[in-house]
């Protein structure tokens, strides 16, 4: 791995030995790594975080893999993913292919084959730019580079992350309660800080700017558009 570059890569596997396994191999290696035991949590996080790769089991509690995969696909989500599964028919390898894995390896595995898969879908996917762009709004993902136009707009590290979700919702709602998990998880704390947030990123974005993309909806949440919708 190039040691300038440290990929954050997220694994969906309810094999908690498994999960051991990868992490003694691969964090010496120098990629950061999360894991989730289950499916829709693990689908939170990806949606959630900025990740490099997902590595995905088929078969997860609450929500499977593959489901996981094509709700990530539906909602434009472009980081790569392997599936790493037991299942080998050639049924299932299709099937996977077709949810939108770009790799796909099963168990039993070696460790050294996994890193090469994960090495060549991290080279493929650096050749193409992760971009989330709301109307003249765009937020490179790989550079954490933000504009408004051609004015670079500079922002926390918490305010990149509540810009993040709300552009990869947009044009949808994001309840207050999703937006206070993105900063704090389960352990919001107490006052209203996430509306002293709120405030300063739309302070930020749409300063002297004739169309506003960030609206609140008074007791729902917050949207991101190029457009306010009724």
Aim: glycine share 6%; hydrophobic share 40%; charged share 25%.
């Amino acid at each position: 791995m190039n040691p300038s570059f440290q990929a954050r890569i997220l694994i969906l596997e309810d094999n908690v030995s498994l999960i051991a396994n990868l992490f003694a191999y691969l964090e010496p290696r120098g990629y950061l790594l999360d894991a989730a035991q289950d499916g829709l949590a693990g689908l939170t996080l990806a949606q959630r975080g900025n990740y490099h790769a997902l590595i995905v089991d088929w078969g997860l509690p609450t929500k499977e893999g593959i489901d996981v995969i094509r709700t990530l696909r539906a909602q434009d989500y472009h980081v790569p993913i392997l599936m790493l599964t037991a299942r080998d028919d050639l049924d299932d390898k299709i099937a996977g292919f077709k949810a939108g894995a770009d790799d796909y390896l099963t168990k039993p595995f070696a460790l050294a084959e996994l890193e090469v898969r994960i090495e060549a879908l991290l080279a493929r996917s650096r050749g193409r730019r992760r971009k989330l762009t709301v109307g003249n709004l765009s937020f490179d993902l790989d550079t954490q580079h933000i504009w408004r136009g051609s004015r670079q707009i500079y922002l926390s590290a918490s305010e990149r992350r509540l810009l993040e979700v709300l552009m990869r919702a947009s044009p949808s709602v994001v309840s207050r309660t999703e937006l206070e998990e993105t900063l704090w998880g389960d352990e919001p704390p107490e006052g209203n800080i996430l509306r002293s947030h709120m405030y300063e990123l739309r302070r930020v974005i749409d300063i002297a700017q004739e169309e506003k993309l960030l609206h609140t909806l008074r007791c729902v949440g917050y949207r991101l558009a190029a457009q306010e919708q009724n």
